[in-house]
């Protein structure tokens, strides 16, 4: 327990310490009038209070990343906490927070016009592609993981997987309206009160930890992979595989595609670090409870405390833990913001791959028509990929394998891109803020899907020859491409 008070201090340090280095890294300027003032149209440029803002940025990059990715990150063992904390400082925070920058400084261009400005149009072109499938992906997961939870505690039809398809198409219907309508009607008014309620879940988890005081693994215990001494993990060494299952509580490329809708709804550049690097770092505090919850439940004796057993599956935590810890009422709260979390997530991944898509096309969002035709194609390739997910039993752990290095490998892209800017706009080493996070996290995603099963699969023995080989061949071709931007 005392590594989890330690961890979560130093997030909150970093906050205030960090956060205000790379806030003076970008130089906002509070007389610049931003897109949404400059470019207010009603339906994705519309001017919102902060705390507005913040809980709306706060929920769409949440989902079940830092819950079910931190469940899943605690097998590996108190390993899993310094991810988090390093991640989330040095790397997720700096990444939403340069990313929502850059894009309130464009006009609030979505992540591939910044790629295309900076990275060049043939890197632009790859990107538009892997943002919509990765949008694409995230709507796909974000529907099957809630439908999951609402089946078990509102079973229709009976439970089973009857139950399950049901609420997806709740949920699909849902995700329709949200994405066609102005970004105030839906998302400006409820999605506070649904942030509000996945924060209660938090903080009540917590103060249930600090009460029981479990006695869990602690850092200085060892940062040995637990999960393959113990079983819970079979196959996945700690590196890479506990930087790609836990990604939203530590760095995600999908915030890089959430962060441009809210800088389309700011009114003010000093907003910035608040709302961007502020959101990811209440992330990050999220996701190390759910850390040490999970390595309650599996290292702690807190399975047998709340009925359940050690193979049991995130969702299945989740519910397990919330109903026993809080009782009926703050149960169905927590689960509450559990559902609403991925809920919230996918409706703006789908919202997010339809603006990317105009910007594309060049076709305004003014009209109902134009939304309808960019929206509809994605939302029938999400269904497919449900049908395969609900089809096959192990559907949801490839697709979520698969997001989970997508994911990652979109944060490589955004880095490069906030890199290239620095490098051109910034004197001196600034770009070392997140030219050495983005040199690790290629380093990360391309010996993951080397090594993993749903990659080339080489010995694990190629591991550390693989990693170093790419961190400094990217950090090379780096100073390579960009030796003569750097002595003007």
Known sequence: MF????SIAALILGFFLYGRFVERVFGPDPARQTPALAKADGVDYVPMPAWKVYMIQFLNIAGTGPIFGAIMGAKFGPASYLWIVLGCIFGGAVHDYFTGMLSMRHDGASLPELVKRYLGKGTSA???VFCVVMMTLVGAVFVYSPALILGDIAPLAGKGTASILIWCGVVFVYYIIATMLPIDKIIGRFYPIFAFALLFMAVALCVCLLVKWPAIPEIWGGLGNMGEASGLLKGQPIFPCLFITIACG?????????S??????MKSEKLGRPIFYGAMITEGIVALIWAAVASYFFYGGGADEVGSTLTAAAPTVVTKVSKGWLGVFGGVLALLGVVAAPITSGDTAFRSA???????????????????VLALPLFAIAALLLWYNIADENGFNTIWRYFGWANQTLACFSLWTVTAWLTGSRKGAYYLVTMIPAAFMTAVCTTYICVDKIGFHLPFSWIPWIAVSVFALSVALYYILTRRTRRQ
Not at 250 to 255: D, E, L, Q, V, Y
Not at 362 to 370: A, F, V, Y
Request: with cysteine; aromatic share 8%; net charge positive.
């Open 3 to 6: 590594s989890f008070i330690i």
């Open 354 to 372: 339809r603006l990317i898509l105009a910007d594309f096309l060049k076709l305004p969002q003014k009209k109902h028509i134009h939304r309808l």
């Open 260 to 265: 441009p809708i809210m800088a389309r709804c």
């Open 126 to 128: 790859v990107m538009l």
């Open 250 to 258: 530590a760095i995600s490329g999908f915030h890089a595609t959430q």
